[in-house]
């Protein structure tokens, strides 16, 4: 039986932050490996995304996404959210 399991920004964040979490990686990789579905709300990804242009960590905004088959982004996206996320993480 396939799980669903969605993440939230605490989860993102590891992921995303320049001391990457393994553990967190190794947990995800694991559920996407044992046929589970790993939801990513948009509004996460661009609530991580703001905190990291914010917090002057544009590495870790520079990280590719993962590939569409790992996560699957869930919709209430809206173009002007990177641009807004740019914005309010002080970046233009």
Known sequence: MTRVVVLDTGSLGMIAHPKKNPAVGAWIRNLVLNGNKVVVPEIADYEVRRELL???MSK???TPRPPENYFVLSSAHHPSHDKGSRVLGGRT
């Open 54 to 56: 914010r917090a002057k």
């Open 60 to 62: 870790s905004v520079q």
